[in-house]
């Protein structure tokens, strides 16, 4: 399935984007079908920038201020190589994330992530666009590194397991010694902020491992947003 087939299927009423811009929407449980989710932001179609950092999980993870970054309701935050944001959460083994993502499509992009130290130990963190124009899975002391970068999307990872646009991407390994806190439009290194520029129109993260039809399902209502 490519990103565009994402975009093009046709949803339920529940992941109408009418219905969830009028009550939130269930996009990150599924209509209340995962229980697992721990955090959910959906910037873009937010009331207001105060209400985009509201955790609609109902966990009261609510997103704060590293550097504050540009919002707009029409296409969430963006960080121009300038910005952050704390979820103050530190994701462990089996824990799963998905995020909808814009990037340049020419410079580092890091939808979300964070790590131990700076020499690549205890990482939970996907990079769109690298410095070498890859994308990139990172959990524990494992990478899963791809040729061809992305300027845009939904990437996820659920345990071992790689998701791009919903279609499983690879799968990495490696076992989580020291979890450290997860940062939003960047991630965190060793308690700093990495930056990069990104634009992030919803994220959820969750604490089990997902299955494949759950992260697809959830991107098409990611998609839908």
Do not use: H
Request: charged letters at 10%; a negative charge; proline letters at 4%.
């Amino acid at each position: 399935m490519t990103f565009g087939s994402v975009f093009g299927r046709v949803l339920s009423p529940t992941f109408k984007p009418s219905s969830q811009a009028a009550a939130g929407g269930t996009w990150w449980d599924l209509n209340g079908t995962i229980t697992s989710c721990i955090a959910a932001y959906q910037p873009k179609g937010a009331a207001s920038y105060a209400a985009s950092l509201t955790d609609l999980s109902g966990n009261s993870n609510d997103a704060y201020e590293g550097t504050t970054p540009s919002w707009n309701t029409a296409t969430g935050w963006t960080s121009s190589n300038d910005a952050y944001l704390k979820t103050g959460i530190s994701p462990d083994d089996g824990y799963s994330a998905i995020v909808r993502f814009t990037g340049t499509g020419s410079s580092i992009c890091y939808p979300f992530g964070g790590r131990k130290t700076n020499n690549l130990l205890d990482q939970f963190l996907i990079v769109a666009y690298g410095s070498s124009g890859e994308r990139s899975y990172r959990f524990g002391t494992m990478n899963q590194i791809f040729p061809g970068g992305q300027s845009s999307g939904i990437m996820a990872m659920a345990g071992a397991n790689c998701y791009l646009n919903g279609e499983a991407d690879g799968t990495t390994a490696g076992t989580m010694q020291t979890p450290s806190e997860c940062y939003l439009l960047g991630f965190q290194s060793a308690g700093s902020a990495v930056l990069s520029y990104c634009t992030i129109a919803a994220f959820a993260l969750y604490n089990a491992e997902l299955t494949s039809t759950q992260i697809g399902n959830i991107t098409t209502a990611m998609a839908a947003l």
